[in-house]
């Protein structure tokens, strides 16, 4: 019997034509057999990170974005660098998973789509607060994907074969490691 593994991506963008929006939608389009993912939505009516409210009941948006979390069988990030960081706004989202339980152990992974030599900062930061909240990185799949805006499509998506394949990889290494973790 076969299982599909769903993975959760989330986008640390707010601009509709962010590179990082056009990586995820592919990754939407390319995933492998088995593999469904789902776009969480909620980034900007997060509220900003407070801990007095990071109690039951949770304000809705972070209540959904935890089940969003819980409910995915691995998670696929990719933000944008801002300022040699990560942007706020996805600062804040991951601020909003420490004091939940969602993300441990759960397969996690990113896509740097920053172009060559930037993007560093990002990496390190997601790197520092998913060990935090005791997300399971899967290394293989952490992939730097540059997006060649000559190379995307009417439909926002990105067309070279070897970008689609390498994100098929990386949604199917995350599947992958679900699939050990369910086993185990």
Known sequence: MSTTRTILLLSGSLRSGSSNETVLRTAGAVTPP???????????????????????????PVSALRAAIDAADAVLVCTPEYAGTLPGTFK???????????ICDK???????????????????????????GADIVEPACVRITVDRNAVDADGLITDPDARERLRQVLGLLAGRTAETARG
């Open 34 to 60: 088995g593999v469904r993912t789902v776009r969480y939505e909620g980034l900007g009516a997060l509220p900003h990170f407070n801990p007095d409210d990071d109690v039951e009941p949770l304000p809705e």
């Open 107 to 133: 397969p996690t992974a990113w896509v740097n789509a920053a172009a060559p030599g930037r993007g560093g900062g990002a990496e390190a930061t997601l790197r520092t607060v998913l060990g935090y909240t």
């Open 92 to 102: 804040n989202l991951l601020d909003w998973t420490v004091g939940g339980i969602e």
